[in-house]
């Protein structure tokens, strides 16, 4: 009975081990499938996507404020660019254009291909296709103006420092640049920011799933505040196309010291669409001595306190400093 029981004391002991073992391989090989995964989703080295040149349909446009804007007087020498995000359209930027040309610039608010007409047009482009054609689009006016200025909004602000990667130190470098809530992240681990956990499996279901809940916003005129109600763009979720622009984010915070022209940065500290951590982390990374960083109190409205040029409480002093900053810097 004593041999029995010895036995059945080390068999046990034996198949403990064994399935204590077993235990360690399948989460060893769960940990490992989810790095690869994550790696593979994540890493640039795997991120490829067509760059053919694709324009903006504005006669497609499904509101008249989600079309392009030009505003020019004979006799200007200076111009600003205003860059809308995503999935908006130039309806954010309408209003502070009209300021803008009334300071003495003419004004340009380029509708992105893909946007302002329906999300089966958008579904089709991707940010590098929209980062071409933004610089199609600047390089003319840089050829028509002694004095340029480009300013964007969210995504519209990382397509302007994409731009100003591009043409610093160039004879086509703007003279300045302004951007109002711009990320090149939007979870950073080592912050302890995670804004958009969704991101870090998207590029898995991009190849599935086109779009969800696509639809369109025509306004909030019975249920906007302080301007709000004047955005106008894409609403649901774009898998492709979201992936395109994280994947983007990460390329132009890796080239952020390229940038060596005069930037004016601004975040609402309620931002929540995009961190705030994104203003200093961002400054403190480019190429250029000439950084102005402002905090923006975007009140207690009930709304994601994102798009600032847009807002009735603080549109007209963001277009007076942003003004200032464009005389001081092309004096």
Avoid at 92 to 98: I, L, T, V
Avoid at 183 to 193: S, Y
Avoid at 287 to 303: A, H, K, L, N, Q
Wanted: glycine share 8%; aromatic share 12%; net charge positive.
């Amino acid at each position: 009975m004593r041999g029995e029981k010895a036995v059945a004391i080390f068999l046990s002991g034996v198949y403990n081990e064994i399935m204590l073992a077993v235990i360690v391989i399948i989460a060893a090989t769960v940990v490992l499938f989810i790095s690869a995964v994550g790696f593979y989703a994540n890493s640039l080295l795997f991120f490829r996507e067509k760059v053919s040149p694709v324009d903006p349909e504005p006669d497609k446009c499904f509101d008249p404020k989600t079309r392009p804007v030009a505003l020019t007087a004979p006799g200007h020498k200076k111009a600003v660019i205003l860059v809308h995000g995503f999935p908006s359209s130039p309806s954010a930027y309408r209003k502070a254009g009209d300021l803008y040309f009334k300071a003495g610039y003419d004004v340009f608010i380029p509708l992105l291909p893909g946007f302002g007409t329906s999300p089966d047009d958008f579904v089709k482009t991707n940010f590098s296709q929209w980062f071409d054609y933004l610089c199609r689009f600047y390089e003319e006016k840089r050829a028509a103006y002694p004095h340029l200025f480009v300013n964007g909004t969210s995504m519209g602000g990382s397509l302007t420092l994409k731009l100003a990667e591009r043409y610093s130190n160039t004879e086509k470098a703007p003279d300045a640049v302004v951007t109002a809530a711009a990320p090149v992240f939007l979870n950073k681990i080592r912050l302890g920011v995670m804004r958009q956990p969704g991101m870090y499996i998207i590029k898995l279901i991009a190849p599935f799933v086109s779009k969800i809940g696509a639809g369109l916003n025509n306004g909030k005129p019975q249920g906007g505040v302080n301007g709000d109600e004047e955005w106008r763009g894409y609403t649901g979720l774009y898998p492709k196309q979201t992936y395109s622009l994280y994947m983007n984010l990460k390329q132009i915070e890796r080239d952020l010291k390229k940038i060596t022209v005069p930037i004016l940065m601004m975040h609402s500290k309620q931002d929540r669409t995009v961190p705030f951590a994104n203003l200093f982390y961002i400054a403190a990374r480019l190429g250029t001595p000439e950084v102005t960083c402002r905090i923006i109190d975007s009140g207690t409205f009930d709304y994601t306190h994102h798009c600032l040029f847009m807002y009735d409480s603080l549109r007209e002093r963001l277009v007076n400093e942003t003004v200032a900053f464009f005389e001081e810097v092309s004096e």
